[in-house]
């Protein structure tokens, strides 16, 4: 049954005026202030002459695009995530601007590079001024309502603003969703969250808001976990991929587990893809239980979806495993699929590179909301009504062991420099599409320094360096350490 649309009225004034004055700084305050006018007035009047759509982002875990069968891998991995790129808009190029959980979701929310919204470090959380995914959907009247599946996207670490709901499906660990309680939920006994399956329990928490909580239009987060190491699919999804293998490898403990190297025989690199492969499976099919879900409560009439990935994951393609170790892409080619029966036109592929940081503003201009904001990501609905838009580079950075990584990624090259250091390297990607031999270039000033600079720049400009991160306390942090959550 339609409910009705929770009235702005309806919405304690205190809290609104909070997000308003947000909204405020965040354009730059009193010189910015006809911008601010407009926005708000967009913000709260959002009349369109069709009905708002109800939005649905789901970011899959650790999943590079070209596991999937739309992105052409032959195993079967992703039946439904095929159909709905059969029914949707697949973008064959879609670039994430890091390697790992915490960072990516930060520029997924924000539309910012990394170094503008500076949530490169686990020791840090989100800053309150950043204006988020969920945040402006819930100005504009839309119900905002997250579930996710490992601990980057713990209130603790400041992702959660916006949502009226948010919700953990974490079974190990760190159940808690209220600061105040995170302390206590990590005093108690439970597996790290790289051993944990979470999806069943998303598909529960999911349909119980969709018959308890759910108001329209609605804007859905999921994140799902278990394609992320450790990959340990139940028995039948091994066998879907792997029937054939006798060995003895185990995956348990993946990121310190000495079998998993370099060295390993190729039949037991194969089993370790295989479960990586099933693990996909696994989250495909619950992704399909979760939709069956929402549709028999009649929340798919008017719904937008967008499938992506914060990351991928690399199986010695650049001598590592895992991620958060490189930029290459096995690391940051992730999937983009937008589903939007009726909007879209069905079945098509864009072969224009795009960015994670494009998803929000996509979305907030789907939902109608726009406004006088800077960011660096962009509405990519002429792309998605078939027509063009100029081409920009893609920003990826990477901060580990105290050294900067930095890619910065066009349609046919990349360029990666690490530090400032040289030389830097470049990749031609339509010749070397696997970057395997770069052409080492001895310039440190040049392209990619040139695009840091600017995103400190914005980053300066929206205010946000001065805002202070708020520091882990050392009893968290030594938890967190010792569940074995600092080090993926
Ligand atoms: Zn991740």
């Given amino acids: 049954m339609r409910r009705p649309h929770r009235a702005a009225a309806d919405r304690e004034n205190l809290s609104r005026l909070v997000r308003l004055s947000k909204i405020l700084r965040y354009l730059g305050g009193s010189a910015r202030s006809a911008g601010f006018v407009g926005a708000a007035l967009l913000l709260a009047g959002c009349a369109g002459e069709q009905p708002r759509p109800d939005i649905i982002l789901v970011s899959i875990d650790s999943l590079r695009a070209d596991h999937l069968g739309c992105y052409g891998y032959r195993p079967e991995t992703s039946p439904f995530m095929d159909q709905l790129a059969a029914e949707g808009v697949r973008f064959e190029n879609a670039i994430s601007t ?35 995914i969920a945040e402006v959907p819930r100005e504009g009247g839309y119900h905002t309502a997250g579930f996710f599946g490992g601990p980057f996207l713990h209130p603790t670490f400041g992702l959660d603003q916006g949502f009226d709901v948010y919700r953990s499906c974490m079974t190990a660990t760190m159940e808690a969703v209220s600061d105040d309680d995170v302390r206590q939920g990590l005093e108690l006994d439970g597996h790290p969250s790289h051993g944990d399956v979470t999806s069943p ?6 349909t119980l808001w969709a018959d308890t909580q759910v ?29 054939d293998y006798d060995g ?8 310190t587990n000495p079998a998993i190297s370099q060295q390993m025989a190729r039949r037991d690199l194969e089993h370790l893809i295989a479960l990586y492969d099933g693990e996909i499976r696994f989250t495909d099919d619950h992704l399909r239980l979760i939709f069956d879900a929402l549709e028999s409560r009649g929340l798919l ?21 895992g991620h958060r170790r490189t930029l290459f892409d096995e690391m940051i080619r992730v999937p983009m699929i937008v589903h939007w029966p009726g909007r879209v036109s069905a079945g098509s592929v864009i072969q224009d590179q795009v960015r994670l940081i494009d998803i929000m503003p996509t979305l907030a201009a789907a939902a109608g909301l726009e406004w006088d904001l800077e960011i660096q990501g ?18 990826s950075e990477l901060f580990v062991d105290g050294e900067s990584l930095r890619a910065l990624r066009t349609g046919d090259r990349k360029l990666l420099q690490k530090g400032a250091t040289v030389p830097s390297w470049l990749y031609q990607l ?22 840091l600079a600017k995103a400190l720049e914005l980053r300066a400009r ?6 202070a991160p708020v520091e882990l306390d050392d009893d968290l942090r030594e938890r967190l350490e010792a569940l074995g959550y600092l080090d993926n």
């Fill in 98 to 132: 890091t390697s790992w959980t915490l960072p990516s979701h930060a520029a997924l929310f924000s539309g910012l590079y990394d170094s503008t919204h500076g949530l490169t470090d686990d020791g840090q959380r989100l800053a309150q001024d950043v204006l988020t």
């Fill in 430 to 451: 339509d010749a070397d599409p696997r970057e395997m031999q770069p052409l080492l270039i001895n310039e440190i000033e040049g392209p990619v320094q040139t695009e």
């Fill in 201 to 206: 329990r998303t598909l529960e928490e999911v």
């Fill in 301 to 321: 009439d008017n719904a937008l979806t967008v499938v992506t990935a914060d990351h991928g994951e690399e199986f010695f393609e650049h001598g590592g495993k």
């Fill in 215 to 243: 108001q329209r239009p609605f804007f859905l987060f999921l994140h799902l976990w278990d394609v992320h190491y450790d990959y340990i699919p139940p028995r039948e999804y091994v066998e879907l991929f792997d029937p």
């Fill in 378 to 395: 962009r509405d990519l609905s002429p792309l998605l009504q078939g027509s063009s838009m100029p081409a920009v580079p893609s920003l």
């Fill in 248 to 255: 003895d490898l185990t995956v348990e403990g993946f990121s």
């Fill in 462 to 467: 929206l205010g946000l360096d001065q805002s």
